[in-house]
């Protein structure tokens, strides 16, 4: 027995072959996938780890083609006789083999030096009969093959004709698995077939599902704290604005909204990057855009509504979206509907310091900070975004593009105690570049408490 497990992915040309093992491979970079029909001229091989150990080998195969072609040459070589294996060795010496027949020769070889093959189906293709005589051909291998639908998490596949079809050939054993719009538990079921299809091959793979389970759960917490990170430095970033001219208090406006803008961008990097995507393939709201615009930014009326929010908190409208600036509720204004907007202590309650306040208020000085709306939004955004990376496949070749999210855990009530105790806080956030980025016990409280409600783990405090 070789020491891993070999697995053949066979099948018709462009079915989805490579977007499997791209998927099962966590590898976007694996082999290459185009519309256009044999795109895989020759094997390529990738294995799966365990802790550093190779479990599996997975070999992805070109596209049959001429299935019917071989069972023709095999019927005039036997003089119409039983095919079976001893013919399959003579057509794969032949000439023809290596040449008529290269693409599909390639296939057989590898299937015959593999445990067990995948047969890739696009369920969303009519069941015709050239399938059947591709699975013809490949049983003659003497491999246990396991039917794998492709492509079925659309409304417009053929799973269940598919599944008949298979059965009146004798394949009880049918895996839905869509390579594109992943499911974990259908994963693992995959694994499982193989499991009771090859018994020596158990302990493996059980070792297999038990890791898939566990890499889950990581990424579910890895990704909450990632978010949960970003909203503490963006709820406990503050500047304060020395002077109470409406030029100083855009100045610094511009300057903390840019810094919470790349915040954001470097939490979707830190996603990306932790799910195994590249860059590109999240493309709809990616901040900055190529042109210097900014795309579905976070200070506009229009991202708060098409997040279901409010265009308004307190009197923060027009220029000064997403933005509070405290002047303590003294009466005090910018003018609303100027480029700075309006301002007013009311964005901000009383949750902050008064007597720093007071201080500052004396010396002339005005906090300005993000509003709830704004944490809000931004909670929004990278909680679809994380839901979304959850269930992509490492076969999608279309970049993401985010709806309008239907969560309300963030629209509704007050913030997590984390993320209001933050407020107070100014040295936890990294954007305040004079007293933030402070690793504190305090911090790390809160930043693991609002990971766990963000992971779902614990409700909001």
Same mark, same amino acid.
């Given at each position: 027995m070789t020491s891993i497990l070999q697995v053949a992915v066979v099948g018709h040309t462009n079915t989805g072959k490579t977007s499997l093992l791209r998927t099962l491979s966590r590898d976007t970079e694996f082999g290459e996938v185009c519309d256009a029909p044999a795109t895989t001229r020759h094997v390529e091989g990738t294995q799966l780890l365990v802790e550093g150990e190779p479990l599996m080998a997975l070999y992805d195969t070109p596209g049959l083609e001429d299935a019917p072609g071989i069972l023709d040459w095999l019927d005039e070589a036997g003089g119409g006789r039983h095919v079976g294996a001893d013919d399959l060795e003579r057509f794969l010496e032949s000439p023809d083999a290596a040449g008529r027949?290269?693409?599909?020769?390639?296939?057989?070889?590898?299937?015959?030096?593999?445990q067990v093959g995948l047969y890739v189906i696009d369920a969303r293709e009519p069941v015709l009969g050239k399938y059947r005589d591709e699975l013809a051909v490949l049983g003659l291998c003497a491999r246990p093959l396991l039917p794998v639908l492709n492509f079925v998490a659309g409304p417009h596949n053929r799973a269940q004709e598919w599944r008949e079809a298979l059965g009146r050939l004798g394949?009880?054993?049918?895996?839905?698995?869509?390579s594109v719009v992943y499911d974990l538990q259908g994963e693992l079921r995959l694994y499982e077939k193989l499991r009771s299809l090859l018994d020596a091959w158990r302990a493996p793979l059980e070792r297999l599902m038990q890791?898939?389970?566990?890499?889950?759960?990581?990424l579910r917490q890895a990704a909450a704290e990632t978010v949960a990170d970003m909203l503490i430095d963006v709820a406990a970033c503050?500047?304060?604005?020395?002077?109470?001219? &409406? $030029?100083?208090? !855009?100045?610094?406006? +511009?300057? *903390?909204? @840019?810094?919470? &803008? $790349?915040?954001? !961008?470097?939490?979707? +990097?830190? *996603?990306? @990057?932790?799910?195994r995507f590249r860059p590109s393939d999240y493309l709809g709201e990616r901040l900055p855009l190529e042109d210097g615009q900014w795309g579905l930014d976070l200070f506009t009326a229009e991202a708060l509504r098409h997040y279901g929010l409010r265009t308004g908190e307190g009197a923060a409208v027009g220029g000064a979206m997403g933005m509070a600036v405290d002047v303590m509720a003294l009466g005090t204004t910018l003018g609303a509907g100027t480029a700075v907007g309006a301002a007013t202590g009311a964005l901000l309650g009383n949750?902050?310091?008064?007597?720093?306040?007071?201080?500052?208020?004396?010396q002339g000085h005005r906090e300005l900070r993000v509003n709830n709306n704004t944490l809000r939004l931004l909670a929004l955004r990278q909680h679809q975004l994380v839901q979304a990376l959850i269930h992509r496949g490492h076969g999608a070749d279309k970049a993401l593009q985010l709806g309008a999210p239907a969560d309300e855990t963030w629209r509704k009530g007050s913030l997590p105690k984390p993320v209001q105790k933050a407020r107070l806080h100014p040295e936890w956030s990294?954007?305040?570049?004079?007293?933030?980025?402070?690793?504190?016990?305090?911090?790390?409280?809160?930043?693991?408490?609002?990971?766990?409600?963000?992971?779902?783990?614990?409700?909001?405090?």
């Open positions: 027949f290269d693409q599909e020769t390639k296939v057989l070889r590898q299937l015959r030096a593999s394949l009880h054993a049918v895996i839905t698995f869509d890791a898939r389970e566990r890499e889950a759960r990581w503050m500047m304060v604005v020395e002077g109470g001219g &409406r $030029e100083d208090t !855009q100045r610094a406006m +511009d300057t *903390l909204q @840019n810094r919470v &803008r $790349e915040r954001e !961008q470097t939490c979707v +990097d830190a *996603l990306l @990057n932790l799910f949750t902050l310091d008064l007597g720093r306040r007071l201080v500052q208020r004396l990294r954007l305040n570049p004079n007293t933030g980025g402070t690793e504190s016990r305090a911090r790390a409280q809160a930043l693991d408490t609002l990971t766990r409600v963000l992971a779902g783990d614990a409700a909001p405090p």
